[in-house]
């Protein structure tokens, strides 16, 4: 075999699986596996949000070494499911150097959402969680225009601005924007609640529970990359509420509140959940597996919360019921948890906390800035801690079925 090409191929693959949304540890463990199929005698690989590099040994001597440069993300989960059944056919046919090369353009090839899907998606997941967070009607008649204004905007700024803190201070001011005013004007009273659900659609605390997860798993350097990422995103959403605010004088906030049925809660965010399985490019039953998991989700805050009122307890307990249901769904479908944990688990992730500590920082309430700066940052680790009790007791369940959970660098030896 021409196994620089075959080393080109596995980075192809690694490429696009990173591009598309797959979690760094689990891309690192499909690498190494690909790796170790094609028999090299060492393999090495380094992986972290920007970068990719394979170093092996052929088993003729000779050394190769190949690095990628990872300069953009688009998340799409339907073709990180794809990828990742061609890893595992690679792991288990070896295919040469050709066949590696069309059945990456196979998948890379397949058929793209539909561009209604996106629009869709926007509305149910924007409008759905300001229904949750505690909007009326009207309100949600202002969150469905919003959050097209957020597809149809975002798609065009997409394709001409990479820096996240500059797209998504935009998209936050123009958001404000259309809220306030349209609140002044009648239409809707609630402009902070309305804009609570909208953030969700910007919001990337997801990357900085993940960085946490990283971090508590001695991945320092992706760890500190996606915290650092998320801190970007979350800044430029801050900053364009700040502007906005600052714009138009007198804004003021009756402060965050649920939904006050429960019944409508546990359907606006399944319904928002279910929208963002769609952002996020999942496609057939998926769709289902991520909607049932958020509505068991919630349940299961709402639960704990009542018998025990903490929300970083009952955040850390539904977080443990995400991280489990991911794990077994995975296993189901064979796919990567990493489809079935995001739209899942976006019930718990704290925008209302984001928006109403840059809400304090605006009013100069120093005391409303602290406390929900703690709130959000705690919340962010109860997600994690949740998630990595889920990977320590899976791990142990792979290994009493004697089964390779992540074979890593010690395999190569």
């Not at 991520?290 to 009952?314: D, H, K, M, R």
Request: with cysteine; net charge neutral; charged share 15%.
């Amino acid at each position: 075999m021409d196994y620089n090409r075959i080393i080109q191929g596995i980075l192809d693959i690694g490429e696009a699986m990173l591009q598309s949304g797959a979690e760094n540890f689990r891309l690192d463990d499909s690498l190494y596996r690909m790796c170790k199929s094609y028999g090299f005698k060492r393999y090495d690989v380094f992986v972290i949000p920007s970068n990719i590099q394979i170093t092996v040994e052929t088993p003729e001597g000779e050394i190769i070494t190949q690095i990628r440069h990872i300069e953009n993300t688009d998340v799409d989960y339907d073709r990180l499911d794809y990828l990742n059944n061609l890893s595992r056919y690679v792991c288990k046919n070896k295919p040469d150097e050709k066949e590696l090369r069309e059945k990456y353009l196979e998948v890379m090839g397949r058929e793209k959402q539909h561009p209604a899907a996106k629009y869709f998606a926007g509305v149910m997941g924007g409008t759905g969680f300001a229904v949750f967070f505690g909007c009326d009607l009207m309100d949600a008649i202002v969150a469905v225009i919003v959050s097209l204004m957020i597809v149809i905007v975002g798609g065009w700024l997409s394709k001409r601005e990479d820096n996240l803190l500059i797209y998504n201070l935009i998209l936050a001011f123009l958001s404000e924007v259309i809220i306030i005013t349209m609140t002044r004007l009648g239409i809707g009273s609630h402009a902070d609640r309305i804009m609570i659900g909208i953030v969700m659609l910007l919001i990337s605390a997801l990357g900085t529970t993940n960085g946490i997860r990283e971090l508590l798993q001695r991945d320092y350097i992706s760890g500190t990359i996606n915290i650092m990422n998320s801190m970007l995103g979350a800044s430029g959403i801050a900053f364009g509420i700040a502007l906005a605010m600052l714009l138009l004088d007198g804004v003021a906030s009756e402060g965050f509140i649920l939904n006050h049925s429960i019944p409508i809660q546990l359907i606006s965010c399944t319904i928002a959940c279910t929208g963002f399985a769609f952002w996020f490019k999942i496609r057939g039953r998926q769709v289902l597996y991520s909607s049932i998991g958020a509505f068991f989700t919630w349940a299961i805050y709402l639960v704990v919360y009542e018998l025990e009122p903490s929300n970083f307890l009952a955040t850390l307990v539904a977080a443990i019921f995400v991280g489990f249901y991911a794990f077994i769904m995975s296993r189901i479908n064979k796919a990567p948890s990493t489809i079935f944990l995001t739209a899942s688990v976006f019930p718990l992730i704290p925008g209302p906390n984001l928006y109403y500590m840059m809400f304090g920082c605006v009013s100069k309430n120093v005391a409303l800035a602290f406390e929900e700066t703690v709130v959000l940052l705690a919340t962010c680790l109860a997600i994690a801690l949740g998630f990595l009790v889920v990977d320590v007791v899976s791990r142990g369940i792979m290994r009493a079925m004697k089964t390779e959970y992540h074979i890593g660098k010690r395999s190569s030896r």
